[in-house]
Nanobody
Framework: QVQLIESGGGSVQAGGSLRLSCLHSGLNKPYNCISWFRQSPGKEREGVASIEVPVRDLYYSDSAKGRFTITRDNAKNTVYLQMTGLRPEDSGVYLC?????????????????????WGQGAQITVEP
């Protein structure tokens, strides 16, 4: 059974930083893809960043490049999303998603339906 538990959400002023964590379990394939998506009111679910577990390929959306960093700690079964230079438009619910048994691809950030497993989400609010 795959479980994903996000933590680390909160409120921050524009320009600030936050780090999200996704504690995962049940990734029982040699290669897996974990991604962060953002859901904002009135908008489609938007992919932010992806990382392969346990290998190393990373992918970012254009809006995340240069500001967000996705990393993993295999010993802790945790994937992190370090966010810097936050903007009000980064506000939303951030969801951790997993896909078993394959690599990540850049276009998966545009295809949330490729991910069958989702966490409950963590709210991020960036104040102007």
């Amino acid at each position: 059974q795959v479980q994903l538990i996000e933590s680390g959400g909160g409120s921050v002023q524009a320009g600030g930083s936050l780090r999200l964590s996704c504690l995962h379990s049940g990734l029982n394939k040699p290669y897996n893809c974990i991604s962060w998506f953002r859901q904002s009111p009135g908008k489609e679910r938007e992919g932010v960043a992806s990382i392969e577990v346990p290998v190393r390929d990373l992918y970012y959306s254009d809006s995340a490049k240069g500001r967000f960093t996705i990393t993993r700690d295999n010993a802790k079964n945790t994937v992190y999303l370090q966010m810097t230079g936050l903007r009000p438009e980064d506000s939303g619910v951030y969801l951790c998603a997993a896909r078993l048994g394959g690599f990540c691809y850049q276009d998966y950030l545009e295809k949330p339906t490729e991910f069958p497993y989702w966490g409950q989400g963590a709210q991020i609010t960036v104040e102007p």
